[in-house]
């Protein structure tokens, strides 16, 4: 493991290296679920985590962790002694770091990298819950579901996108009908092109 590039210096390197896991997950793969204790804290190394919370017989998409971030969820649960409040799944094929959970809450007190991590992190998802919160109370839902597949063409990198009716429901916390209505609704208006199974976003 001693090729992973961590943004430490060498001796919390070689720390988080001694005591960690490395894993390669599949996409779908379940990592942490609601109601869990957090054992293990993810660095993702390559690919893409995403992260969900579940509320009425809804999900809503949270955040997604790319490559050298962490689970800011999984280091709070961690240091308030609390169950997790959401899910986390493989988006895509991924490998993990997984630390100790234990020894992330040692680390931090020792050492300023592993502090100013999360805390990076920290800031960002502060910033895209604003962002989401935003969509939520100002934009009605098919503003909201253009925003969506624009990010997500950005964020995957790839156009057109392989993603279902009912996945993009989970993601903003609706339906399925609801999204397959709007969907041809923006396919009217050319923002969208449905090709089978895949979406061109235009």
């Not at 990298?113 to 992190?121: A, G, H, P, T, Y």
């Not at 156009?159 to 396919?187: C, F, Q, W, Y």
């Amino acid at each position: 493991m001693n090729d992973i590039h961590l943004p430490f210096h060498p001796e919390l390197k070689k720390e988080v290296l001694m005591h960690s896991i490395e894993k390669e997950v599949p996409a779908g793969t379940e990592l942490l679920r609601d109601g869990q204790y957090v054992k293990l804290i993810p660095l993702v190394l390559s690919g893409m985590l995403k992260v969900s919370s579940h509320f009425e017989e809804r999900d809503l998409l949270l955040y997604y962790i790319r490559p050298a971030e962490s689970c800011v969820m999984s280091f709070t649960c961690v240091i308030k002694d609390e169950v997790a409040f959401g899910t986390a799944v493989a988006e895509e094929d991924s490998k993990l770091l997984l630390m100790p959970a234990d020894k992330v809450t040692k680390w931090a007190l020792r050492y300023p990298e592993m502090n100013r991590l999360f805390l990076d992190q920290y800031s960002l998802r502060y910033t895209e819950l604003i962002d989401t919160l935003h969509q939520y109370v100002f934009r009605n839902l098919d503003a909201r579901l253009l925003s969506y597949l624009k990010k997500e063409v950005e964020l995957k990198n790839e156009n057109p996108l392989k993603i279902s009716h009912r996945e993009i429901a989970s993601d903003l916390g609706t339906v399925r009908e609801v999204i397959s209505r709007l969907m041809r609704k923006l396919e009217k208006e050319g923002h969208i092109h449905q090709i089978g199974n895949s979406i061109q976003v235009h």
